[in-house]
């Protein structure tokens, strides 16, 4: 019967008008599952994201998934790349959704398209553009009129992109199932009636599209029918939808965890995230997606935070590079080849559950067509579980699941790993970074051209709209002849407080003190001792973001910047608040007015031969080198310098900060309830040190080389390195 239904619907779809194929299919679900053209289906799903690879990198990564046992491809829109401008679109190279969805369609995959479109991921704003934050009278993510507007009109205008690109499962495309909004459970609690009026909008807005395929919320677990509710985290075999008509789905099965700079990275073993994805089937779930399944790279100031890494890695299947990371990418496809055995009865039949003691318990799916599956579980942290199913005996490790798709023989277990781990090599590539020119980038005057001079401190986004990471806040100050410290015997002290994420403090020109915070932390206080003479001392304040907030109500109101007081000490008088004076302000640096990173000269800039010697802050170098010869992955070595950006032949490749990781690297244990502190790594290591160079970015020759360097750093020390796999046992 089953067949004959698949057969059914093969027909359906294949309607052929006046000569032109016209593929018409449908996307339903029921309780067991999604229905896809009469068909219920057991999905797994992996999370890649089109801007944190090349599109030179897509098709490999698509056949890797395919490879690796996905059915699905699952990506967020990112609104604020699409948008950057109102009105003002970008859908070219990088962020070509639709030519990644055709792609995914040609490799035989099917897509989850999270429109959103609030994303969160770690990413800039979560996603929105700044521009949105400035429309009046708006409020993120709630009942709010000039919101609601704004999102109706991108939603709706990417749902036509698809449309008119025949994208959607029902006009025969790959798309099967869609997302509207994203992690809203919270943030509708947080809002009250009003949230609960958004999301119920939200819903409204999506079905009213008409996609012709089922539509989801993540964490909402009141999503009004028909929208299907889902779960996002490390384990979800708690997890029940709100309706019992609606199938049982896992939207993010956390591979791992993201980075922040300062902290360890997290790895998470793959012998539980088989056990939990395991878990999750034999209670009754039937799509699992994988957040992340190849993670990437935040290219150029797309990472969020503050302090979220240029890394995205996320300890995926795939890593960061493109490269296949084992044992996690064989062990988990060898999952996927065990459950879809169980498929037929999975899909039609509900488990009976035996239980042996406190830990041991199997769940066995027996369809009235004959097909049997069982899954037999130990949730012992320690011992093995000895226990007898079907007159046969098993021995059961510590924190693990078999799976028998004859309900007799066991061909998979979560905690046997049979796959051989393997290593990164990071290995010289023998090209040298030549001709070396600096660059000082010249600190601005509270007197010369700058855009703004203002009464009082003003916040740094609400200035900067996120044109630059930086932002100049310059004031002067008039020191009397007659004070007592010019004589020897005291000092001024200068206090800043500060809600952005770095500052550096010059006075008169010279560097005096910098102060950064962490990603647990923004919000800090400059103290420190400063040098001033009589008469008029300049202050000039570069304050810098490493990234904007992504998560948490109303996060577009989060102040950044120098919002003070500012407070001069040990003057005769006391002190002296400096807050409330005439403050200039100039939005970025000089370099990148001058486009200074571009190949394109600029009459403007005068490089002068770069000297061992000489490691400034804020400065400007430039090199060039010539690309490697062979296939494998590049990155650059940043060891050496301190805090700044990278770009390669114009185009950013991210921030970098070297800066050495603090957490509990001791040990790391597979069984138990996973949380990323307890598999960390890199401990008293740089958090990042080789940042992914894509070769698709180079020429043959001449490429060029440009790092903006904050704190001061040996620039001469930065190599080219070519990334690799090889057999061994990771660290």
């Known amino acids: 019967m089953e067949d004959y239904t698949a057969f059914k619907w093969f027909l359906i779809c294949m309607v052929f008008f006046s000569g032109v194929q016209f593929i018409q299919c449908s996307v339903t679900y029921d309780r067991k599952a999604l229905i896809i053209n009469g068909q219920r289906r057991i999905l797994f799903s992996g999370s890649i994201h089109y801007p944190r690879s090349t599109p030179q990198m897509w098709k490999g990564l698509i056949q890797k998934a395919k490879d690796g046992g996905l059915d699905v491809i699952d990506t967020y829109v990112f609104w604020n790349l699409h948008e950057p401008y109102p009105g003002n679109y970008n859908f070219q190279g990088q962020y070509d959704l639709v030519h990644f969805i055709k792609l995914i369609h040609e490799a035989g995959l099917y897509v989850h398209l999270r429109i959103g479109p609030y994303v969160c991921a770690e990413w800039n704003f ?17 009942d709010n009129e000039p919101f609601k507007a704004q999102m109706q009109r991108f939603t709706e205008k990417i749902v036509q992109m698809m449309k008119n690109e025949m994208l959607f ?45 089922p539509w989801v919320m993540c964490k909402e677990d009141d999503a009004p029918d028909p929208v299907i509710n889902t779960c996002n985290n490390f384990y979800c075999d708690y997890f029940s939808p709100n309706k019992p008509n609606k199938p049982t789905m896992w939207t993010e099965a956390w591979s791992g965890w993201y980075t922040e700079f300062g902290g360890p990275i997290h790895r998470r073993p793959v012998e539980d995230l088989a056990f939990a994805v395991a878990r999750f089937i034999q209670k009754g779930g039937s799509f699992v997606n994988y957040y992340m399944y190849h993670g990437g790279t935040n290219f150029g100031r797309t ?31 060898e999952l996927h080849k065990a459950i879809k055995l169980c498929e037929p009865a999975l899909i039609s039949a509900d488990p009976t559950i035996t239980t042996w003691g406190k830990y041991a318990k199997a769940y066995v799916f027996a369809s009235k067509s004959g097909h049997c599956a069982a899954f037999l579980s130990n949730y012992n942290l320690d011992s093995y579980a000895t226990v007898t199913f079907n007159e046969m005996h098993y021995h059961l490790p510590p924190w693990s699941i078999s799976i028998l798709p004859d309900c007799k023989n066991v061909i998979f277990n979560t905690a046997k790993v049979g796959i051989e781990a393997t290593r990164v090599n990071m290995s010289p590539s023998n090209v040298k970074l030549v001709s070396w020119e600096t660059f000082n980038e010249n600190m601005p005057s509270s007197d010369g051209e700058t855009k703004i001079t203002v009464g009082g401190l003003l916040d740094q986004l609400n200035v900067t709209r996120d044109y630059s990471d930086y932002l100049w806040y310059m004031t002067s ?10 004589h020897g015997g005291k000092y001024l002290t200068l206090t800043v407080k500060s809600a952005g994420h770095g500052l550096h403090v010059f006075i008169n020109g010279h560097l005096s003190g910098s102060i950064f915070g962490n990603a647990k932390n923004t919000r800090f206080t400059f103290q420190g001792q400063v040098n001033m003479h009589a008469g008029k001392n300049s202050i000039s304040l570069l304050s810098i973001a490493v990234g904007l907030p992504y998560n948490g109500p109303h996060f577009e109101k989060w102040n950044t910047g120098i919002l003070g007081p500012v407070v001069l000490n040990g003057l005769d008088q006391g002190k002296k608040d400096l807050s409330s004076q005439r403050w200039s302000y100039q939005i970025g640096l000089k370099g990148e007015s001058m486009n200074i990173m571009s190949q394109t000269e600029n009459s403007q800039v005068y490089w002068r031969e770069a000297t061992e010697q000489k490691q400034q802050p804020l400065t400007w170098y430039k090199a060039g080198f010539n690309t490697p010869i062979g296939g494998e992955p590049l990155a650059l070595d940043m060891s050496s310098m301190g805090k700044g950006q990278i770009w390669i032949n114009g185009q950013n490749i991210g921030r970098y900060y070297t800066i050495f990781a603090k957490g509990n690297c001791t040990s790391c244990s597979y069984s138990g309830t996973y949380r990323p502190h307890k598999c960390e790594f890199g401990c008293d290591q740089p ?20 790092v903006f360097e904050e704190t001061g750093g040996d620039p001469f020390k930065i190599s080219l ?5 090889v057999s061994g046992r990771t660290d």
């Open 169 to 213: 499962e029902s006009q025969g495309g790959p798309i099967i199932i869609s997302q509207i909004e994203n992690e809203y459970g919270a943030e509708s609690k947080a809002f009250g009636q009003a949230g609960q009026a958004y999301m119920t909008w939200a819903a409204k807005l999506a079905l009213g599209m008409g996609t012709g395929v």
């Open 303 to 333: 990472s969020g935070g503050p302090f979220t890494t240029t890394s995205y890695d996320y300890d995926a299947p795939i890593d960061e590079y493109g490269l296949i990371r084992q044992p996690k990418y064989g062990h988990l496809n």
């Open 687 to 706: 958090t990042q040190q080789w940042y992914h160079v894509p070769r698709s970015w180079l020429n043959p020759t001449q490429n060029q080389l440009v």
């Open 721 to 725: 390195l070519k990334r690799s796999i």
């Open 126 to 142: 979560g996603g929105f553009p700044v521009w949105l934050k400035y429309i009046p009278g708006i409020s993120f993510r709630t």
């Open 477 to 486: 100050v008039d020191i009397s002849p007659s004070e007592s410290f010019l």
